[in-house]
């Protein structure tokens, strides 16, 4: 089985809420895994939006996750399909820490902008 975990941010000099939201999935077996992603990638919905789901939703200035990975042994996560050690890591909002430009015609309406 497996836990889907996301987090994501809507900060931009545009939203006023500056947070974090982290979002997990009950347990999902293989199966349960791949069907989840074949219908988020064909209706080009997050897994976390997908009708009938279960996810646990919270919004945070910052998290930090504590992986406990038995004596000896290595684990991987998987971000973006590239293999990174499990270990502890913290992560924090920094608002408007990066500058992003680009022309009028690919801008997002402040509505529009992702989670």
């Known amino acids: 089985s497996a836990v889907e975990f996301t987090a994501s941010t809507r900060n931009t000099t545009l939203s006023k809420e500056k947070s974090i939201a982290?979002?997990?999935?009950?347990?999902?077996?293989?199966?349960?895994?791949?069907?989840?992603?074949?219908?988020?990638?064909?209706?080009?919905?997050?897994?976390?939006?997908?009708?009938?789901?279960?996810?646990?939703?919270?919004?945070?200035?910052?998290?930090?996750?504590?992986?406990q990975i038995p004596e000896g042994k290595e684990s991987w996560f998987s971000i973006d399909n590239e293999p990174y050690e499990v270990m502890p890591i913290k992560v924090k909002l920094l608002p408007n820490k990066l500058s992003f430009f680009c022309n009028k015609e690919e801008r997002l309406p402040s509505s529009a902008q992702p989670l």
């Open 22 to 67: 982290v979002s997990t999935s009950p347990k999902l077996s293989r199966e349960d895994f791949v069907s989840l992603g074949d219908f988020s990638a064909s209706t080009k919905t997050p897994p976390q939006d997908v009708p009938g789901q279960d996810w646990s939703k919270v919004q945070v200035d910052s998290f930090q996750l504590e992986p």
